[in-house]
């Protein structure tokens, strides 16, 4: 057979592999786009905020005193660890249970897509489990480090990861269906954008709680006076603060919860400016305030105070304008140079200031959602605060003081004096230097 004759079978031989009807043709970007960029914002945003762990370490390990520091480490990356699994287990089908009755659902285990999971098998309207699971477990871990940081330098390790089993298990995915699982919450109309309540305060409550059930640390209220107790490496606690500055991007960038078109990843972009803008508002608050208060800057403060400002924006991060994000950041600044020292007056001892900038900020954020948020209503954001506030200071004071009756949640006096590394642990962050 001549070539010329032999030519137009090759050429349609090699178009029928290609060749199909309209419905087996692969999906276009269009359709698969939004998933894929979505699922990417998880997975980078996730990165940043699991890094927050290492700033939640560094951060307690520079404000305590150098014979707790390995203790410190030791409980974040196991509270870390303990999240992942408990959150695998039960959290994350708990918080988000699909159809419930808006108050109380416990989920099981999480199952991930099968491996090359095809398009038409995929939830193209959003992400991949994977990345959904990842992005809101390191949500929860941030919530069980700011508990320990508050209860630092005077709770036994095995009590405390007790409490961080309930609470990332059971006590955060419940309340946080409430609000993002599609609870009551949220059909009330109640908002709260990346957690200033839903993850801040509730790590705030828990950590009151466990304060006042735990006691302050010897000599720290002697006499009618306050004692200041330094921490050990400034220097590790303002690495610490950069690091969670670092992580927020992540944290409230991510919580846009989609990258698929132009306006999303334009959203994300301001979100980023905008949670930048509250932090440093809250710093140089805290800079100026404590200079007018004690006539030197305090550096404690200005590390909290910029946590404040973040915390106070993570509500509503994406309407408010860069002016509008300054001030809010900047109450918040505000908020922790005078709280701090009202909890000492009340004898509550909060080791990092953990309270006043997760909890007291968190609450300040929640209501500013209503300034800029035209959607959000005063009494609905009040209604969620409470509903956290009381949920959460009351079950945590209940499973403090389970703890406290069954195997005691407070080192000796001996071991809180020589350190719990050593007591706890046997080890020495510092082996090289007096104990401090």
Known sequence: MKLTKLLP????????PTMG???????????????????LLFCMAGFLVFFMAAGFAMLEGGLVRSKNVTM???KNIALFSIAAIMYWMVGFNTMYPGDFNGYFAIGGQTVLDPVGVAAADAALDYASVGSDFFFQLVFVAATASIVSGALAERIKLWPFLIFVIVLTGFMYPISGSWKWGGGWLDARGFSDFAGS???????????????????????????????????SNLALATLGTFILWLGWFGFNGGSQLAM??????????RIFANTNMAAAAGAVTSLILTQVMYKKPDLTMVLNGALAGLVSITAEPLAPTLF??????????VIVVLTVPMLDKMKIDDVVGAIPVHLFAGIWGTIA???YNTEANLMAQLTGIVA????????????????????GIRVSEDAELAGLDMAELGMEAYPDFSKG
């Open 324 to 333: 509008g994000s300054l001030w809010i950041g900047a109450v918040g600044g």
């Open 388 to 407: 956290y506030g009381v949920f959460t200071f009351a079950a945590s004071l209940v499973v403090w003081i389970i703890l406290k009756m069954v195997m």
């Open 260 to 269: 698929g078109t132009v306006g999303d990843v334009s959203d994300v972009s």
């Open 369 to 371: 959602v209503i300034f």
């Open 21 to 39: 009807f309209a419905q087996d043709a692969a999906p276009s970007f269009d359709e698969i786009g939004p998933y894929i960029m979505t699922t």
């Open 9 to 16: 079978l090759a050429a349609v031989a090699v178009a029928l």
């Open 197 to 231: 309540t839903v993850v801040h305060s509730v790590g705030g409550w828990a950590a009151l709680a466990g304060a006042i059930i735990l006691g302050p640390r010897l000599g720290k209220y002697k006499d009618g006076r306050i004692n200041p107790m330094p921490g």
């Open 72 to 74: 410190q480490m030791t």
